[in-house]
């Protein structure tokens, strides 16, 4: 299986392009002109199913004419697979009959070759802002930010994720947008906590919900709940998210990867992302070498060990700015940076905002945070 990433790796989410075409040429041409996307390139059917099946995907640009699976099977398929993800036709030749049965198996729009780079590129961002809406959204909700923090920090790759502290007043609006999956941390199952289930449940209705408690779950027993008893294991969080949100088969996949060292890891983590930390004081937390260690993170995570705990620690400052109104200096210290300069510069990076543009987006949103990253300001 040949499957080509053909940008650069950015620390900027970039939405993903799936190019599938037999003509090796063709691929690196729409690379090219797709420059400000992540573009996956595969020369047959079977290898861009396996990619759809796989991980994310915002958009694919599909040949009809190709050896073995042709382009109309594929398109069944992946529409079968993910029924949000747009494809976009491309062929040599005019086909009506070929561009009639496309539509009606639910291609978004059809394209002959040679076509004008401006043509591609607005039906290209199209199908990446219609992706955008139906991506699939989690609302986090929890007094403690370490817990907020481990699960953001291995679902924001895969998924929108809003955060809030469990307060009524504090929680994003909804009549802006609604979560797929709403995770509450209640805590012990008090009537307090019951009480704010109820409004969960009433404020999105159309939300799945679960609540991770300490104990109590005969309180909160719903048939419409999922209800989780702690101490719960982050990869059982992830499995619950993955089984009530709709197209996150590459969630599961990674999950189920993570494995005993990564997850001591977060765990670590989580309890000391406010000191001083070295790559050494990280492994040394978990029992590891940190060649095995940072080898592990690579391997599965797709970051040293250094940058997952920097993106750990933006993930904290991301709630800090949604959920309170800390200064940015107080963020910084209890995120665990040296300095709000510090804060700002690694969030930019990141985000493609400044810590004050991002808390005031957030608040104009409703707070509900972007949906894709924008490029960084200057």
Known sequence: MMIRDDQPKSPAKHPVVLAVDDDEVSLESLAMILNNYEVLTTTNGADAL????????????????MPGIDGLEVLTQIKAVDPGLDVILVSGVVQPQAVSTAMKRGAFEYVVKPF??????????????????NLATLLLISADTGVIASIAVVLEPHMTVATAVPRLDRLPDPGRHAPSVVVYDAGVAMPAAANFVERLRERYSRSKIVVLIDSGIGQLARPDIT????PVRLHDVLQHITTLAPGLSELSVHSS??????????????????????????????????????????ERLG????????????????????????????????????SASHLSRAFLAHSGYRPGNYRRRVRLAGMWPPQTMHPPEH
């Open 303 to 338: 970051v040293s060990l250094m940058e997952y705990l920097t993106r750990f620690r933006l993930e904290v400052a991301r709630h800090l700015l949604t959920a309170t109104g800390a200064t940015i200096d107080q963020i910084a210290g209890e995120a665990g940076f040296s």
């Open 257 to 298: 990867r993570l494995g005993a060292p990564l997850l001591r890891l977060m765990d670590f983590v989580a309890k000391s992302y406010r000191q001083p930390l070295r790559a050494q004081d990280l492994a040394r937390g978990v029992g590891c070498s940190v060649h095995h260690l940072g080898h592990i993170a690579h």
């Open 50 to 65: 396996d990619v759809v099946r796989s991980r994310r995907v915002d958009c694919v640009l599909l040949d009809l004419l």
């Open 227 to 230: 209800v989780v008893a702690k």
């Open 116 to 133: 004008a780079k401006e043509v591609l590129l607005g039906l290209v961002a199209e199908a990446v802002s219609r992706r955008g809406a």
